[in-house]
């Protein structure tokens, strides 16, 4: 099934295979360090309550839930059935937290029920994000926090031998979600949705290795998976382009990889 977009829906996206390549990419220290300048920026605390919106395999939510401790509460809510077990089995230590199926335009939570809500790389895939973020400002409590985490896929820079294969990956990639772009427009749409004191800035993603514990080495299973049989790209053109990655830095000894993540934070 597609969105309206013409991008896969989420479901469809994110089945066991593709969830535990997402599990294993979000495992590397890159997106480790991500997280941990999240958490920071969220600053979660002892005793909130806290909603994890598109949890997939649960790592922030597990940080949210050490860091609400026992007399806090989080729940995990995702579209994705793999991505929840995944997440269930993670946090399964924690009596703290808890997950739930649920779509993010439609959450089912009271009005103001939580202190804290983070959505990290889940907008990018929701058709409509007005209501997404309606949502979202009608469950946190007034004088609560928010902060989500959006990529724009344009930032890329990717050395190849081939940078016409590059872009034609890329430009691939670019359909598998609504909005390959939405950090450009994201703040003054959460400010339309009520949310004040809104900030911006940068997690940069920076690989000049070949070393398949990176975010970029990880993300070629991923984003070849979803390229190959479209735009006219074969399997094999897909393979070409995961060999030319490591030939080019044996040859020139010069990986490199860069990407920009956008945080923004924001006061309910
Ligand atoms: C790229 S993963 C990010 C997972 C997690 N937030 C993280 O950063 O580790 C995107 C997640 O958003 C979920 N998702 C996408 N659209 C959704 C929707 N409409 N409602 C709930 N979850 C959704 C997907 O199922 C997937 O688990």
């Known amino acids: 099934m597609t969105t309206p977009s ?19 990419v979000y495992l590397t220290p890159d997106v480790a360090a991500q997280r941990d300048k999240v958490m920071a920026r969220l600053a979660p605390r002892e005793g909130e309550i806290a909603l994890d919106i598109g949890c997939g395999p649960g790592l922030t939510t597990l940080g949210l839930g050490q860091a609400v401790g026992a007399a806090g509460n989080v729940i995990g809510v995702d579209i994705a059935e793999p991505m929840l077990a995944i997440a269930r089995q993670r946090c399964a230590a924690l009596p ?14 009271e009005d103001a029920h939580f202190d804290v809500a983070l959505a990290t790389q889940v907008y990018e895939y929701v058709e409509d994000i ?8 009608r469950v946190i409590r007034p004088g609560g926090r928010a902060l989500l985490v959006d990529t724009d896929w344009e930032s890329a820079v990717w050395a190849s031998s081939d940078d016409v294969r590059m872009r034609r ?12 772009q939405l950090p450009r427009i ?20 920076l690989n000049v290795q070949y070393d398949p514990q990176t975010y970029s080495i990880g993300m070629m299973d991923v984003i070849g998976g979803f390229a190959a049989g ?8 897909i393979l070409d382009w995961k060999a030319d990655a490591r030939l080019f830095s044996e040859q020139t000894g010069a990986y490199f990889f860069s990407l920009n993540r956008y945080v923004f934070t924001a006061s309910r």
Do not use: C
């Open 96 to 109: 703290q937290v808890s997950f739930s199926l649920a779509d993010v335009t439609a959450l089912p939570y």
């Open 230 to 237: 479209r735009n006219g790209l074969s399997a094999q053109d």
């Open 169 to 180: 990956v890329l430009e691939t990639w670019n359909e598998h979600i609504p909005h390959p």
């Open 6 to 24: 013409g991008a896969p829906t989420a479901q469809d996206q994110f089945d066991e295979q593709t969830s535990r390549r997402i599990e294993a």
């Open 130 to 137: 007005d209501l997404a973020l309606r949502e979202l400002a």
């Open 186 to 205: 994201l703040k003054q749409k959460m400010e339309r949705a009520g949310f004040h004191d809104v900030q911006v800035e940068i997690v940069p993603i």
